[in-house]
């Protein structure tokens, strides 16, 4: 069985302040996707990385997928209220043919 | 371009009903899978289908069920309805393996919200 470890399982912090958000597993993923989600509704991509080691920028966001593709960050600078979410990594196994997806960090980002 | 959609948006049923859950995915995606999300939990796959076929099934029981349609839209049935049900039960589609577009990404419905009294 994969798993996704996610870390921190919750974070609050102040407007304006960077955090990182942490995607972690033993098993090789031939993609990862990170995804925000508001309650009530499904989740909205944010990023697909597939090659070990990239690292693509979203306005504030910073994506880096580990270079032996286990594991993935995601960095967001000067966080804004409208931040506010659960974040989910999701890790795609070709072979298993479906996507495993971690338990999501919860975001709170105050005025 | 449409995204995911889903129906209905919120479903009420009492134990030992069955509730049956649509989807239609993006146009020129062949892939569609079923997750469902319990409050406070993540995201639990439920059933892949690709061109028609069931390609990979999670740990659910077989009262979960579903299938695909020649439109590549997609109908999951929950027979025998438990309260532990009660969930948001969503839907994602991608390109599927056949395509020379294939991309693993997949994208989200809005989820139907089933509660199960």
């Known amino acids: 069985t994969q798993l996704l470890e996610q870390s921190p399982q919750f974070l609050s912090i102040q407007e304006g302040e960077n955090l990182t958000v942490y995607c972690n597993s033993s098993?090789?993923?031939?993609?990862l996707q990170w995804y925000r989600q508001e309650p009530g509704e499904g989740p909205v991509l944010l990023v697909t990385v597939v090659t070990g080691g990239e690292v693509k920028k979203l306005k504030r966001l910073t994506f880096q997928f580990g270079d032996a593709r286990k594991d993935s960050s995601l960095h967001i600078t000067a966080a804004q209220p409208g931040d506010t979410g659960l974040y989910l990594c999701a890790g795609f196994n070709t072979n298993a043919g479906k996507s495993t997806f971690g338990d999501g960090t919860t975001l709170t980002v105050k005025p | 371009e449409a995204g995911v959609t889903q129906s209905p948006t919120h479903l009420i049923k009492t134990r030992g009903q069955q509730a049956t859950l649509r989807c239609s995915p993006i146009s020129g995606h062949t892939s569609v899978y079923w997750y469902q999300q319990a409050l406070g939990l993540g995201l639990q796959f439920l059933l892949w289908y690709d061109e028609g076929e069931e390609r990979n099934r999670g740990n659910f029981p077989p009262r979960f069920s579903g299938r695909q349609f020649p439109n590549y839209s997609s109908e999951l049935n929950v027979n025998a309805l438990e309260l532990e049900d009660s969930a948001l039960y969503l839907c994602?589609?991608?390109?599927?393996?056949?395509?020379?577009?294939?991309?693993?990404?997949?994208?989200f419905g809005p989820g139907t919200r089933l509660l199960v009294l």
């Open positions: 098993s090789v993923f031939s993609s």
């Open positions: 994602a589609s991608s390109t599927g393996t056949g395509s020379v577009l294939y991309q693993e990404t997949q994208y």
